[in-house]
């Protein structure tokens, strides 16, 4: 047989319990809208910057024209596309957004923290000395013939000097888009780093891309270009961050 619990037993027991349940919630639910309200302050305030700080490159449009291509962007997505055709040839140029360079931005900190940033920088610099320069911007051409041949060039621009790293046939031009740049040749066959090939070979090879447009202009545009998809990326991002965080 069960045995009742008296009522007054029952009433004293009920308030524990609950105490118990939801005071732990309360104050982790409490925590939570605390540090939402400052994410969403910080997330605000850098907003406010990034979109202060963008200024739309009108010379973007002009270089474009000037140049012949036709830009292809997507809002969505990193990669940057560049089209035009040159007698039978299509000539491709994908890229993608970049970040910058970490470079000291001076904002109003306490002294005592500028002055460790100095120090810091000094000792980043003196790093950086001794290193080669890593602000450049990789992207692809593809030279296809209307039938069907294509010629894919592998290039990397720094400070407006465009280099070639690789040069290879391929067969499939949507397949090999999508293979990440840096295992593009692992498995088959791309021919020789350019670097290794005999000097005469290597100026013809830039002189036949150079036809085509794909010169230090274009790298310039490409350097500049990446950046400013990045900063658009970033405060795409941004928006779409405050909205969740208000809703």
């Excluded at 732990?24 to 305030?45: A, D, H, M, R, W």
């Amino acid at each position: 047989m069960i045995s009742k619990i008296p009522l007054r037993l029952l009433n004293t027991i009920k308030p524990l319990q609950m105490t118990r349940i939801f005071a732990p919630f309360c104050t982790q639910l409490e925590k939570v809208n605390k540090t939402g309200q400052k994410l969403v302050k910080i997330v605000e305030k850098e907003l406010k910057y990034e979109k202060t700080n963008y200024v739309e490159d009108d010379s973007v449009t002009e270089f474009i024209e000037k140049a012949g291509f036709q830009l292809i962007d997507d809002d969505n997505n990193h990669e940057v596309t560049l089209e035009k055709k040159v007698g039978d040839v299509k000539v491709i140029v994908q890229f993608q957004s970049r970040q910058p360079n970490s470079e000291e931005q001076e904002e109003e900190e306490p002294e005592e923290q500028q002055k460790k940033n100095k120090q810091n920088q000094q000792e980043e610099e003196e790093e950086e000395q001794q290193e080669t320069q890593s602000d450049f911007a990789d992207f692809t051409v593809y030279l296809q013939k209307s039938n069907g041949q294509i010629l894919c060039y592998e290039c990397t621009t720094s400070q407006g000097e465009v280099n070639v790293n690789l040069v290879s046939l391929i067969k499939d031009l949507e397949a090999h888009k999508k293979i990440p740049r840096y295992e593009r040749g692992l498995q088959d066959y791309s021919g020789p780093d350019f670097i290794t090939l005999d000097e005469r070979l290597q100026l013809a090879l830039v002189d036949y891309l150079k036809g085509y447009g794909i010169n230090d202009d274009l790298g310039a545009f490409i350097e500049h270009y990446s950046l400013d998809k990045e900063q658009r990326l970033y405060i795409q991002w941004l928006n779409s961050l405050t909205t969740f965080l208000k809703n």
